[in-house]
């Protein structure tokens, strides 16, 4: 088996990616949780319709209807209220997890708990989200999809034996097909994958995630529809729209950070109050409630009134009482800890400002601004600009406002990145007290093989010499090293060390200590053609320090050693690359003594 291993190594030095047998099989459960995940949205997506007709209109229906529809009059401040508290009971008493929005509970499944999810989450998310959103909640289905799609697919992950990278693959290729089978979107679900969920670029990770995407938007068209959810066309933007964009992307920072800031104050003010927070979504309902006597349209899921939004439809004071209403009573919502979505009020909020900027923007279009400031909300507000760019695209097919769209999301993300320490999603795992990093690169051990970092002059010790001359010339009070390659005739035998030599007591003193130390077991050995983070893994598996190295598996022949600290060599150079700053190029003579 360590033959193998270490010819596998040699193998995956010679190519762009490591070796990995396994995609066949993680690709065929793709297949099948791309088919799992739409069926997840068809079951979420009826029970919000379900939901609002028996909230708003007390029939049993699966029609699709507004919640601004209804003819309750004051009694609507109650219903969200009503909604909140069956939430609140269902978290009490059958899982906290279905808490909250659903893509930071995923991050934390996948970075914190092996991508292992609950069934009771797979069950109870959906349902507690058609509960909330039907009740009037201003929340869009696609995070609970995404936590309901991730959960399916780390419970079928879970009944077959595999590790929990793989089960990370299939976790994160359930919940992006579950954002697909809503939006149709796939290639922004798979842009989402790599720029929120995956934290790593590989093919067994992108691999599952593209076709389990695939699969959801092959089959979306039989529920919901063909084409895009807002289908629009805007004309070319001009060259003052340079300018427009810049500003549109600013403000859009601007309003991104104060949404994620009000959000952590509201939470914080909930976290105060004196009681349980089983009752905190029943006192959101009621704020809910008051904003949709308010604003009627700012219930619900709201797609219709992207839709307007985007199109143009109201007048400008509608808009900017709708968004006014729309941000408070989402933040107090989210705040008080119940289930629900953010993209969809992103994309409310976001159509929003552009709609009201448009006044004042050259250069495009009232619908083009909408657009594009709807974009760069979602991407200051989530840092995920690609994912931004390509989902506003998908969801309209407008390649008119491609160009307009990259450079607001841009400056909007660039913006938060600079004034905001963490995103709306990871703020909420870092109050559990989890760190998560979002920057990732390639692996500088990955980069580097053994040959260039190992110590070629090595100390052996022969496995001819007695074991008392072993201790006294090599683990005496000269010492030099903590462990030593043990060798016959340039042939690797195996590693010994200090703990090994006492432990075989006086009786083994006078004994060949290859004889003593014989096991019939192949040695632990690396090869010059190894990289260094495969054998940062190996030494950190065997609880190990150093790693004698051979030419080859079968001769196994010494030709260094490579230690821990000799895998710190390539962090030198990064460390140089990324600190010392230096001017190689030098404009302009250079002053001389010559006059």
Known sequence: MRAERSRSAVVHRGGDFAPNTRLILLSTFAIAIGAISTAGAMFLLSAIRFFTNLFFFQTFSLVARSPAENHLGAWVILVPAIGGLIVGLMARFGSEKIRGHGIPEAIEAILFGKSRMSPKV???????????????GPFGAEGPIIMTGGAAASMLAQAFHLTAAERKALLVAGACAGMTAVFGTPLAAILLAVELLLFELRPRSLLPVALSCAVAGFLRPLWAGAGPLFPGATPPATWTALVSCCVAGLASGVVSAAMTLLLYRIEDLFGRLPVHWMWWPALGGLVVGIGGLIAPRALGVGYDVIGDLLANHLVASAVLALLVVKLVIWAVALGSGTSGGVLAPLLMMGAGLGSLLSRWLPGGSPELWALVCMAAILGGTMR???????????LTHDSNAFLPTILACAVAYGFTVIVMPRSILTEKIARRGRHVFREYGVDVLERHSVEEVMTRTVIEVPATLCVADVHTRFFGAGQRHRAYPLTTEGRLVGMVDRPTIVALGPESAAQPIG???????????????????SIAHRLAALGRERLPVVDDPAELRLVGIVSRSDLLKPMRAQHEEESVRERILHLGRRATGDG
Do not use: Q, Y
Request: some cysteine; aromatic content about 6%; glycine content about 12%.
């Open 384 to 394: 995920a600009p690609l994912t931004a760019v390509v989902f506003a695209f998908g």
């Open 515 to 533: 004889r003593v130390l014989e096991t019939g077991a192949s040695p632990e050995f690396a090869l010059p053609t190894e990289t260094c983070r």
């Open 122 to 136: 797979a069950i109870l998310k959906p349902l507690s989200s058609g509960i909330v959103i039907g009740s009037g």
